[in-house]
């Protein structure tokens, strides 16, 4: 259950700083962050059957199709479950008849403004916390059980469909499924499956969906490793190693030489610096440019994503998934960083890691970090 009373105080400050009078989500991922319930039955629309909403009082906005259900099987008992007949009016119509003004919203409401539902999602609340750790060990064991029986002549397909059964067998929807074999992992960055055979070896990167949250991580498995595979996987990993710690150091306001507190807290640019450093640093000072790096995870696969310029602020307790890669091979999971600990979410304790140092850059720890390692068979 998510603790109710954290988002309360935090849409308080919201509706005092901006004048308003209510705020509600509709998007998934902002209806399970306020409830921890799922407001999804059609998987392609971008908006749910219904509409949580703070005014002062926590409150829910459905169809009557949808409201006993919801109430009965995803909902706290702190939620009032309002209902209106499926065929009178659109969602958005009667949210806007129904809730105090002014008000915003983060679906398209007649008179409402935008809300940036991002920004109150984070920093991670503690309960949190403990859910994302339940679902970084379920995506990781799912997606590992499967890597550990690849074989050469297994089609991408296959092995997506065989991490899709898996994860839903555990309650984890699979938004992203990437399996690139040896000719496709390397030829491309988004490697879609395909019936091509793996051949020599696979990238297999996978985000897990459950409740709101989300995992990221990716995993490789070798059979006959190319000559230059070694180099290159080992590259991407010391730019995930940098970018971890280079996210201890901006969250603590170390990488603009401020204070060591949250307060001061540097930029996303300023963690994106540090890994195209790193990209100097280990050889690749152009590969940075073929893909995003990664970013903030939690109610997203990526709350956002790090560019040169980027301005969002670097928080913890906070989810991040970075996923740096050289040209064939990939180096991704999701850590909680934190004040007081990093932490890799996405792990089993049964698959083979590395130490790997970081890159010399100013203002962040040298320590090595655990990162998952290839599985040459």
Not at 175 to 180: S, W
Not at 246 to 259: F, N, V
Not at 304 to 313: C, K, M, R, S
């Amino acid at each position: 259950m998510v603790d109710t009373a954290a988002r309360t105080d935090r849409l308080d400050a919201y509706l005092d700083e901006r004048g308003l009078e209510a705020v509600w989500f509709a998007r998934p991922n902002g209806f399970a962050w306020l409830t921890g319930g799922d407001n999804v039955v059609d998987a392609d629309a971008p908006t749910g059957v219904a509409a949580a909403g703070y005014d002062g009082d926590l409150r829910v906005i459905t169809d009557d199709i949808e409201a006993d259900r919801l109430a009965d099987e995803e909902l706290p008992d702190a939620f009032a479950v309002e209902s209106f007949p499926w065929y009178a009016d659109s969602l958005a119509d009667a949210v806007a008849e129904r809730s105090p003004a002014p008000a915003a919203a983060d679906f398209d409401v007649p008179g409402f403004e935008d809300v940036d539902g991002s920004r109150l999602r984070q920093p991670l609340t503690d309960d949190d916390i403990e859910r994302y750790r339940e679902l970084g060990r379920e995506v990781a064991a799912a997606v590992e059980t499967v890597c550990r029986n690849l074989e050469p002549e297994d089609p991408e397909y296959e092995v997506a469909a065989g991490i899709d059964i898996s994860l839903a067998s555990r309650d984890v929807d699979t938004p992203v499924v990437l399996v690139g074999g040896a000719e496709r992992a390397e030829a491309y960055r988004h490697f879609t499956p395909t019936d091509a055979a793996l051949g020599d070896y696979a990238l297999v990167s996978v985000t897990g969906e459950r409740a709101g949250l989300y995992a990221s991580m990716t995993r490789t498995v070798a059979f006959d490793t190319p000559d230059w595979f070694e180099q290159r996987h080992r590259a991407a990993a010391r730019v995930e190693a940098t970018a971890i710690r280079a996210t201890e150091a901006a969250a603590a306001g170390r990488l603009s030489g401020g204070d060591d507190t949250a307060d001061t807290a540097d930029t996303a640019g300023d963690v994106f610096a540090a890994i195209r450093a790193a990209y100097d640093a280990v050889g690749f000072p152009d590969e940075w440019e073929n893909h995003h790096q990664g970013g903030a995870a939690g109610f997203a696969g990526r709350e956002w994503i790090a560019t040169p310029d980027g301005d969002e602020p670097v928080r913890w307790p906070m989810g991040y998934a970075w996923n740096p890669t050289v040209q064939g091979t990939k180096s991704e999971d999701t850590h909680l960083v934190a004040p007081d600990l990093t932490e890799r979410l996405t792990k089993t304790g049964r698959w083979p890691t590395h130490e790997v140092e970081p890159v010399d850059v100013a203002g962040i720890d040298a320590d090595p970090v655990e990162l998952a390692a290839p599985v040459i068979r």
